[in-house]
Structure formats: C-alpha cells, structure tokens
C-alpha cells in the first residue's frame, strides 16, 4: 500500500511561518506531480500549490507570494513553505500525488494524505 505522510502543520500566529513536509513511499512509480490542496472549515477542498517533476509550479491566487512549493523528484517529496500566515489560511492540507497531470487532486486515482492542521490564530 502507497502511503503519503505530511507533517509540520500546526498553531501559529497570524505573519508566522510554516513548513509542511509530505512523502509518499511504498510501491508506486513516477510521480509527475505533487501539490497541496486545502480543506478550510465549512469549504470545499480546493488547490493551494502543484510542482511537476519538471520544476512547474502553480498557486492558488490567495496564496501566491507567500507561499513556496518545491519537490524533491527522488525522494517523492514536496514541501510547502508559508509565509505572512492569515487567519483564512486556516485549513486542513493534504498532500496529493498524480502520475498524470490531468488528474492531480482526483480522489481515485491519486495518492493522498490523511491531511495535517494548520491554525493561523493571535
């Protein structure tokens, strides 16, 4: 069974930082892209950030400039740095993994995490 385990989220105070981590390990086999996806309270789950192995990157518009994603292609590892944290960045975020781009952030055909809080509050 393929797991993908993220880490790193927690409480943290409005312009903080955080650094979620995510590895997916067990069998599977190139992974094109990795992203995060967040789930706020009462919300949908919705796109935060996608790297490709390719370096491409994507942001959601709420995010973009204080959030950085980067991936470790060997290791089928992503890392999401935020920044100048929000109170509205409070969510659930999960790591996704796809072996197609087209189906990044499916919910049967990819790879996800069980998900690890962050909390932006004073």
């Known amino acids: 069974q393929v797991q993908v385990v993220e880490s790193g989220g927690g409480l943290v105070q409005p312009g903080g930082s955080l650094r979620l981590s995510c590895a997916a390990a067990g069998s599977i086999d190139n992974i094109v892209v990795m992203g995060w996806f967040g789930r706020a309270p009462g919300k949908q789950r919705e796109l935060v950030a996608t790297s490709t192995s390719g370096g491409r990157t994507n942001y959601a518009d709420s995010v973009k400039g204080r959030f950085t994603i980067s991936r470790d292609n060997a290791e089928n590892t992503v890392i999401l740095h935020m920044n100048s944290l929000k109170p509205e960045d409070t969510a659930v975020y999960y790591c996704?993994?796809?072996?197609?781009?087209?189906?990044?952030?499916?919910?049967?055909?990819?790879?996800w995490g069980q998900g690890t809080q962050v909390t932006v509050s004073s």
């Open positions: 996704n993994g796809a072996t197609l781009w087209a189906r990044v952030g499916d919910l049967r055909t990819t790879y």
